[in-house]
């Protein structure tokens, strides 16, 4: 099972805008249970030291939400 | 005894390019040789090599007519293997929205020649949208897709309301390609997707240069930015696909399927240089 990372509505607001790594922007999106989550790819791979505080954030199983049809 | 040099067309290595986009392109201070150089050790290549293979694709392309054929075109191509060097529109490569210079989000990654999304939410923003970018008569769409994985479920592109330009679906073991209606082509995802609209009512989509299927779907172009390891569903990021991308071509030029013959030869022979 994939895991991400959890994040309180606070802790999504903060990174909002803000590099992982140069050119690369964190994208919290809500799983099927409306939790605000940020994936794993992300914290393994972020070196802005203004949000390290990512690397102590709960993992959690990725339950995505379906998808829309597309047709 | 003086010895004449053009400035503009000599790289630090030494090879002379006679195309100035080239040239401008490898004199960025991201595709110095210095910067490529853990990539060039890591793919097997001289700088030379990477170099004299652009030179030759975008001659090629030149000669063929197919070079920035919509004039606001993007296509970005498999050289380096930073964020820093991925992101740049090589027909534009300045670092503005403007000139459709990518910008990441979420989980992305980066092979030797792909930009690799996750499939949760890793995506790369284009800013080129089928509306003001192409047209409802003409435009094309192309993903090199290198990935061999069989977990992808997701597409990529532009969804409007009940239209779909610019739609890329590599979902389950197929490959769709929707210009307002879906084509499918049932086989290996590995390859070069390109679909085309040279009119409003002709629509073409290919494999590998060769085309597996047309329609005469009619529809307004979407008024989103095309996304890449997404699809923009009315402008919000969804269908998040892990696929591994290389190259990617959007323009508002509708190619024809001698153009799109010449594209996919050119680009071969450019793969083939870099051993991709």
């Known amino acids: ?71 | 005894m003086s010895r004449k040099v053009n400035i503009f067309n000599v790289l630090s290595s030494g090879f002379s390019c006679p195309d100035a986009d080239v040239t401008a392109f490898f004199a960025k201070t991201e595709f110095s040789e210095a910067n490529l150089a853990s990539w060039l050790s890591s793919i097997g290549k001289t700088y030379d090599e990477v170099v004299e293979a652009t030179c030759n694709l975008i001659t090629s392309w030149k000669a063929h007519g197919i070079y920035n054929a919509g004039g606001s075109d993007a296509v970005y191509l498999p050289i380096g293997n930073t964020s820093a060097q991925r992101k740049f529109n090589f027909y534009d490569p300045q670092d503005t929205d403007a000139a459709f210079r990518l910008v990441f989000n979420g989980g992305i990654s980066f092979g030797d020649f792909t930009i690799i999304g996750n499939g949760i939410n890793g995506y790369s923003e284009t800013f080129w949208n089928t509306s003001d970018n192409a047209s409802n008569s003409s435009g094309s769409f192309a993903t090199d897709i290198l990935s061999t994985a069989t977990s992808g479920t997701n597409a990529m592109g532009s969804l409007g309301p009940g239209t779909a330009l610019f739609w890329h679906n590599v979902s389950g073991r197929n490959i769709e390609i929707a210009n307002g209606a879906a084509l499918t082509y049932a086989g290996s995802r590995d390859a070069l997707l390109f679909t085309s609209r040279v009119a409003s009512n002709s629509n073409e989509s290919y494999k590998d240069g060769v085309s597996f299927g047309s329609n005469t779907s009619v529809y307004t172009p979407n008024t989103v930015d095309v996304l890449l390891n997404a699809g923009s569903n009315n402008g919000s990021p969804s269908f998040y696909c892990p696929q591994e991308l290389s190259m990617v071509l959007l323009s508002g030029h509708g190619y024809t399927p001698s153009e799109v013959a010449d594209f996919h030869t050119d680009y071969n022979v450019f793969k083939t240089a870099l051993g991709i």
Request: proline share 10%; net charge negative.
């Open chain 1, 1 to 71: 099972m994939t895991q991400v990372r959890l994040l309180t509505d606070n802790q999504k607001e903060a990174l909002k805008g803000k590099e992982y790594k140069p050119n690369c922007y964190f994208n919290p999106i809500q799983d099927n249970g409306d939790n605000w989550i940020i994936s794993n790819d992300e914290v393994v791979q972020c070196v802005n030291p203004t949000v390290m505080w990512v690397n102590e954030l709960p993992l959690i199983d990725f339950n995505p939400k379906p998808e829309p049809e597309i047709f």
